[in-house]
């Protein structure tokens, strides 16, 4: 018990550092974003942000779909 009560609180820890981690490169993504097209040239900054995010997403939902069909398979052992 007290074993699975580290491993979940390790996985929490685990995923606390990687949603800061994740966090600090969307600041950073964002800043080289408005340096490449900067907001007061109109509204090529704001179109950049929003293809980002749809990339961002798109790429998520892949890694996401791929990684839960590697692990579906060794839940059901």
């Given at each position: 018990m007290?074993?699975?009560t580290r491993e979940k609180a390790a996985d929490y820890i685990g995923a606390?550092?990687?949603f800061v981690a994740g966090l600090a490169w969307n600041e950073a993504i964002t800043?080289?974003?408005?340096?490449?097209?900067p907001f007061n040239k109109g509204s090529?900054?704001?179109v950049a942000q929003f293809a980002y995010a749809v990339l961002m997403t798109i790429i998520l939902?892949?890694?996401i779909t791929i990684a839960t069909r590697?692990?579906?398979?060794?839940?059901?052992?």
């Open positions: 007290i074993s699975k606390a550092f990687g800043s080289l974003i408005e340096y490449i097209f090529g900054g704001i939902v892949m890694v590697r692990i579906k398979p060794s839940l059901e052992e």
